[in-house]
């Protein structure tokens, strides 16, 4: 009798740890886990990546970290499909190398989606598409352009009258009358720059007073 209640005794010991540790698993499985692909260190940096995150894969959304940066992440999941869902992203190339899964313990303030809150409880993982996701990689800062000051333009010089030549004096002389002249000598003299005979004769004198005129009337 004693040996058959020590048989017994020990079944039911062995059932109990086996409910306990089943229990443990299911708790275990049912935290709510994400798989954090990327992490920026500016608002603005982390709001154009988790756009193209979205674009790309389903359950996205970005969290303010206590060190002043900016988690992307996928989820949440329950800790096992988040583990196989990340082993499907790594084996597809469709996350970083360098992803892992966190709890959300030091998640803050959410700032994506915008407007919209994240499951309080574990989602499915995504069914694989078969497709490549291609999320680009991190562009450039944004850079504000500086502004242009607009320069003065300078006006052009006045173009200069060309001294005239020798030839073209001659010509001009020949083409007056001679009573041309005697008016030109009178007025030349009414100016005072000429003191010659008013005889209509273009001679050192006329010419010597005529260019005295031009010095004083430019």
């Known amino acids: 009798m004693l040996p058959r209640l020590r048989v017994a005794l020990h079944h039911l010991v062995f059932a109990a740890m086996l409910c306990i540790s089943a229990g443990s698993a299911t708790a275990q499985d049912s935290t709510r886990a994400y798989i954090q692909v990327e992490a920026q260190p500016t608002l603005a940096m982390a709001q154009q990546r988790v756009r193209a995150y979205a674009g790309a894969l389903p359950d996205v959304s970005g969290w303010a970290l206590p060190s002043g940066w900016y988690a992307i992440v996928l989820g949440p999941y329950s800790r096992t499909d988040a583990a196989i869902y990340l082993d499907q992203l790594m084996t597809e190339a469709q996350a970083p190398n360098d992803s892992y899964i966190v709890d959300g313990a030091q998640f803050r303030q959410q700032f994506w989606p915008i407007g919209l809150g994240v499951a309080s409880t574990p989602l499915p993982i995504p069914m694989n598409s078969g ?24 006006p052009q010089p006045a173009p200069t009258a060309q001294a005239e030549t020798v030839e073209q004096a001659l010509a001009a002389e020949g083409a007056l009358s001679n ?18 005979a008013i005889d209509g004769l273009f001679g050192r004198g006329t010419r010597d007073a005529m260019a005295a005129w031009q010095a004083q009337n430019g």
């Open 179 to 196: 009573g041309d002249k005697r008016l030109l000598q009178s007025a030349m003299r009414d100016a005072g720059v000429y003191g010659g």
């Open 131 to 154: 497709r490549p996701v291609n999320v680009p990689p991190p562009g450039p800062a944004p850079v504000t352009p500086l502004p242009v000051t607009p320069q003065p333009i300078n």
